[in-house]
């Protein structure tokens, strides 16, 4: 499971700059994926780019957490076989890029 989103779970138990951290990383990711989506060279589906985003990242981090539950990364692979890909698209930069190390 990603680091940030077993943060973002227990967020409200996280100390105050921890949290506003682990939000920060999950806007700039949901803002660089809702860039993707608006393309107009890509569209995967009729839905607002914003919502994609939010869905893309729920069915990942939820496939994740399901996979490892059941002990069966299988479960993962149905799960993300459902996420639009953009592997026709220019790739932008990536979301890391311009964060504070």
């Given at each position: 499971?990603?680091?940030?989103?077993?943060?973002?779970?227990?967020?409200?138990?996280?100390?105050?700059?921890?949290?506003?951290?682990?939000g920060?990383?999950?806007?700039?990711?949901?803002?660089?994926l809702?860039?993707?989506?608006?393309?107009?060279?890509?569209?995967a589906?009729?839905?607002y780019?914003?919502?994609?985003?939010?869905?893309?990242?729920?069915?990942?981090d939820?496939?994740?957490?399901?996979?490892?539950?059941?002990?069966?990364?299988?479960?993962?692979?149905?799960?993300?076989?459902?996420?639009?890909?953009?592997?026709?698209?220019?790739?932008?930069?990536?979301?890391?890029?311009?964060?504070?190390?």
């Amino acid at each position: 499971m990603r680091l940030c989103g077993v943060l973002g779970a227990e967020i409200v138990a996280l100390p105050a700059p921890l949290a506003r951290e682990t939000g920060r990383f999950f806007e700039r990711n949901l803002e660089w994926l809702t860039q993707l989506f608006g393309r107009e060279d890509w569209r995967a589906r009729p839905e607002y780019p914003r919502v994609q985003a939010l869905r893309a990242v729920a069915a990942l981090d939820g496939a994740m957490i399901l996979a490892r539950t059941l002990d069966d990364l299988s479960v993962f692979d149905d799960i993300a076989a459902g996420v639009p890909r953009a592997s026709q698209a220019q790739p932008l930069p990536s979301p890391q890029s311009g964060l504070e190390t």
